[in-house]
């Protein structure tokens, strides 16, 4: 992030480059503003599936061919019954590798590849949780008042604000957001 100032515009204009070079419909537009360090407004749009997901200071919304709608989270009550998405194991080393180990067995289901398009996926309810090892501001800043808007949680693995990127986890609701960061560990 360059820049300074009391509010700052984040922007990326693909996130998910892979899966853009692929022709895969999961990579978006993220702009994000940010007031005093936190994200206060959000918007991916994915042009292809013609999608857009937004916040603003009433809430999180979606759009697609003219038709708006709320978001929300899901709430599927433990780890057990929980989706998990992050877009590669392979980034999954070091001193991270025994906790998502144990976070992968103690779901019901993992997905790989989704980038910013599975965030919203959490927004709107079809995934319960995402970890990712190293998101850079301009990946996250945009999805953080998506997501809190609609009902999750979106931390680092701290536990501390995911406005700077890092490693991160986002979750559905705050009781998922809590049993993931303790498996964690």
Do not use: N
Request: some cysteine; charged content about 25%.
């Amino acid at each position: 992030m360059t820049g300074s100032g009391r509010v700052r515009w984040v922007l990326d204009p693909v996130d998910g480059t892979r899966p853009f070079i692929c022709g895969l419909p999961v990579w978006g537009t993220l702009i994000g503003l940010t007031l005093d360090g936190r994200a206060e407004l959000g918007m991916m749009s994915q042009p292809f599936t013609r999608e857009r997901f937004w916040a603003d200071r009433d809430g999180a919304w979606t759009e697609r061919d003219g038709v708006r709608r709320p978001l929300a989270t899901r709430d599927v009550g433990s780890l057990d019954r929980a989706i998990l998405h992050t877009t590669s194991p392979e980034h999954f080393g070091g001193d991270l590798a025994p906790g998502f180990a144990r976070l992968k067995a103690a779901v019901r289901m993992i997905r790989y590849g989704g980038e910013c398009y599975a965030m919203a996926m959490i927004a709107v309810g079809r995934i319960d949780l995402a970890i990712e090892p190293s998101l850079q501001p301009y990946d996250i800043v945009a999805l953080i008042p998506i997501i809190e808007r609609a009902g999750g949680v979106v931390t680092r693995l701290d536990g501390g604000r995911a406005e700077e990127g890092g490693a991160v986890l986002v979750a559905a609701t705050p009781a998922l957001h809590a049993e993931a960061l303790r498996i964690l560990g």
